[in-house]
C-alpha cells in the first residue's frame, strides 16, 4: 500500500490554484495518506495561540493533490474511507475572537466583546478510544472537571479541483467538496465528488477525533490523521454537488448561507436522487422524504454553511446509486 506523507511540498491551501499533483493513484488501489491538522502543527500546548504561533490566513492544509487515474470532467469521483487514525498523543481545540456560531462575526456585526482566544488540549486515549476534556478555569479552587469522551475520527475536509479554473480555498466548502466538517464523514463512508479537472486532483485534510454537529466553537479537536482510502471513477454520472453513502444511509450535501438554504438544497437534491433511482414523482418523494428524512448540520462557522440530507437506502427498491460503486469499494476494503 503506497504511503504519502504531509511533508511541506505534499500540503496545499487551496483546491484548484494550478499545483502540481504530489502522486498519482489508481482506482481500486488503496493507500493510506497522512495530515497535518487544521494548525498546520504550530499549535503543541495550551500557550500556542493559534493567533502567535499560525500564519494567517495558511490554516487548514490539505494533503494533496492526487491525480487519479482515468478520471474526466464529468466523471463522478468516488472516495471510501477505510480508516482514520488520529497520529499522535494530543489533540487540539481553541475559540478565536469573532469566529464561530455564538459570537459576532464580520457577517453577523455585534457590539459585545469577542470570545476571548483560548486553546484546550486533549490527550488521546486509542486503546481506550476516548478524548479527554479539562476545563481551563475551576471554579473557586475546585478541580478542574473533567471527563472522557467517545472519540469518533472523521475527515473535516475533503474535495476536488472546481470547475472553470477557479481556485477555493481549503478553509471553504462548495460544490467541489473542501471544508464540509460533517462528522458523518468517516470510516465506512463513500463521498462522491464531480470530476471537474483530468485527474479530478482530488485533496484532503482537516482531521478532527471529535466533533460535535455544527462545529460550534469553529475548532473540533483537530489532530494529524492517517487516512486509508481507496477511490473508483464512476463514469457517465455527473455529480453536480457532492453527495455521501454509508451502508445504511444515502445522503445529499447542500453547502449554503443562510443554513435554511443549506437545507433547501440538500434535500432538493435528495428528492431529485429518490425520484431518478425510484421513478417516483417529485411530489410523492417530497412526500416520503418528509416523513422518513433525516438532516445533520455539518458546520454553522465556515465562509458557507453545510447540511447533509439522509434517507435509508432500502427505500431505493433495490436500486443502487453510482451503480453500486459503495458497494464494491466496501469489498476492497473488507480485504485490505
Same mark, same amino acid.
Given at each position: 500500500m503506497a504511503f504519502i506523507d504531509a511533508s511541506e511540498r505534499n +500540503?496545499? &491551501?487551496? /483546491?484548484?490554484?494550478?499545483?502540481?499533483?504530489? *502522486? #498519482? +493513484?489508481? $482506482?481500486? %488501489?488503496?493507500?493510506?495518506?497522512?495530515t497535518q491538522d487544521c494548525f498546520a502543527g504550530r499549535v503543541?500546548?495550551? #500557550?500556542?495561540?493559534?493567533? #502567535?504561533?499560525? %500564519? &494567517?490566513? /495558511?490554516?487548514? $492544509?490539505?494533503?494533496?493533490?492526487?491525480?487519479v487515474q482515468g478520471a474526466q470532467p464529468g466523471d463522478t469521483l468516488a472516495v471510501h474511507l477505510i480508516d482514520l487514525d488520529p497520529v499522535g498523543e494530543v489533540g487540539f481545540s481553541a475559540t478565536f475572537p469573532h469566529f464561530g456560531a455564538l459570537?459576532?462575526?464580520?457577517?453577523? *456585526?455585534m457590539l459585545h466583546p469577542a470570545l476571548e482566544e483560548v486553546v484546550w488540549e486533549y490527550p488521546l486515549d486509542p486503546v481506550a478510544r476516548t478524548v479527554r476534556f479539562t476545563a481551563r478555569k475551576a471554579a473557586g479552587g475546585a478541580p478542574p472537571y473533567t471527563v472522557d469522551l467517545p472519540m469518533r475520527p472523521m475527515l473535516g475536509t475533503i474535495g476536488v479541483a472546481p470547475a472553470g479554473g477557479e481556485t477555493r480555498m481549503s478553509i471553504v466548502p462548495g460544490a467541489h467538496g473542501g471544508n464540509l466538517d460533517t462528522p458523518l464523514i468517516r470510516a465506512g463512508t463513500t463521498v462522491y465528488l464531480p470530476v471537474n479537472v483530468?485527474? *479530478?486532483?482530488?485533496?484532503?485534510g482537516d482531521g478532527h477525533a471529535l466533533q460535535g454537529d455544527g462545529e460550534l466553537c469553529g475548532v473540533a479537536v483537530e489532530v494529524p490523521m492517517d487516512v486509508t482510502l481507496v477511490v473508483e471513477v464512476v463514469t457517465?454520472?455527473?455529480?453536480?454537488w457532492p453527495r455521501l453513502e454509508t451502508d445504511q444511509r444515502y445522503g445529499s450535501i447542500g453547502v449554503a448561507r443562510p443554513l435554511e438554504d443549506a437545507y433547501r438544497g440538500?434535500?432538493?437534491r435528495l428528492v431529485d436522487d429518490l425520484c431518478a433511482m425510484t421513478g417516483l414523482d417529485p411530489l410523492d418523494a417530497l412526500q416520503l422524504?418528509? #416523513?422518513?428524512?433525516?438532516?445533520? +448540520?455539518?458546520n454553522v462557522v465556515d465562509a458557507e454553511y453545510t447540511v447533509v440530507a439522509l434517507i435509508n437506502r432500502a427505500l431505493f427498491d433495490g436500486e443502487q *446509486?453510482?451503480?453500486?460503486?459503495?458497494d464494491r469499494l466496501r469489498a476492497v476494503a473488507r480485504v485490505s
Open positions: +500540503i496545499g &491551501f487551496t /483546491f484548484g490554484g494550478g499545483r502540481d499533483p504530489i *502522486a #498519482q +493513484i489508481s $482506482p481500486g %488501489e488503496p493507500v493510506r495518506v497522512r503543541r500546548s495550551v #500557550q500556542d495561540l493559534p493567533s #502567535q504561533v499560525c %500564519e &494567517f490566513p /495558511f490554516l487548514n $492544509p490539505v494533503t494533496g493533490p492526487l491525480y459570537t459576532g462575526t464580520d457577517a453577523t *456585526a483530468d485527474g *479530478a486532483l482530488l485533496a484532503l457517465g454520472i455527473s455529480t453536480p440538500s434535500h432538493r422524504v418528509s #416523513q422518513v428524512g433525516m438532516a445533520r +448540520i455539518g *446509486a453510482y451503480q453500486g460503486a459503495h
